[in-house]
């Protein structure tokens, strides 16, 4: 059994074990790359200071990379959409869950997030399998809140019509009153755009505001399909979820769908479509060249 393992200093200014994990993780990678069984310690390679990083790629001078994952008929196996993922340049910020907490703690979620939507639409509008293919684009609630109605449209406008596109946002976002993101989410529907919330059905779960959003879509989180196909308990959760889907009027895709298993179960249930390693794993698409956002 060997070991690799990240060492760092804690910076003075740290306010949360997460901002310590973010300067750890960049020397585990490390310790990882140059061979695995070793400790590295920011000293021990280039020094990146992770504030200047940052700061480099919410404004443009670093690229990011585009990584997409199909959505597939259940029935059918055909593609349905695809999912369009952002990762960031290699180091401590390369995962998204890195880089956006980062930004977050930064206060730099909204800019990182603008650029990263705009790195995803012009991927798509390089890609045109058919009119009827559909782009869903990550955003926070945050972002859609902040930024005027023009921008945004004019974002969307910028690669394909706007109606190829699918904004998702996680159901474990919304905090407070969703009102201010309904009418913001009106305007872009009038526009062609649709949403789909996603991780449903994981954790904290509101049917106030998958009333009031009237998602086009629901995803239903990987948590809720796992294991669920020799589980009686969890089968019934995951009809309720389907059910509260059908009385919405929403489509509803499966993430996490990993098994033949998985795929027949879903097709018991009347789920149309599913995501996950069953059909595909996300495959890098495009980096984009760097400037301002």
Known sequence: IT?????????SGAG??????????????RSKREGKNRVAAPGSGPHVD????L??????????????????????????????????????YRLPQDLFRAAAQADQLVPLDLRCLETCVRAASLQSPSPEHRYHLNVYPATLVDTPIE???????SGHDPSTFCLEISEQWLLGEPDLLRIKLQELRNHGLQLALDDVGFGRSSLESLILLEPDVLK?????????EDERVRRRSLQRVVDVAGSLGAAVIAEGAETEGDR???RQLGVPFAQGYLFDRPMPQSADGGGAP
Do not use: K, M, N, W
Not at 50 to 53: I, Q, V
Not at 151 to 157: D, N, P, T, Y
């Open 55 to 92: 700061e480099s790629i919410v404004q443009g001078g670093l690229p990011l990379a585009v990584h997409s994952q199909g959505i597939y008929a259940v029935e059918t196996g055909g593609l349905f959409a695809t999912e369009l993922l952002v990762r960031g340049p290699e180091g401590p």
């Open 151 to 157: 921008r945004l449209l004019a974002l969307f406008e």
């Open 3 to 11: 070991a690799s393992l990240g060492v760092c200093l804690v910076p």
């Open 220 to 228: 239903i989180d990987p948590a809720v399909l796992r294991g669920t």
């Open 264 to 266: 027949s179960l879903l």
């Open 50 to 53: 992770p504030d200047e990083l």
């Open 16 to 29: 949360s074990t997460e901002e310590v994990l973010v300067h750890a993780h960049g020397a585990l990678r």
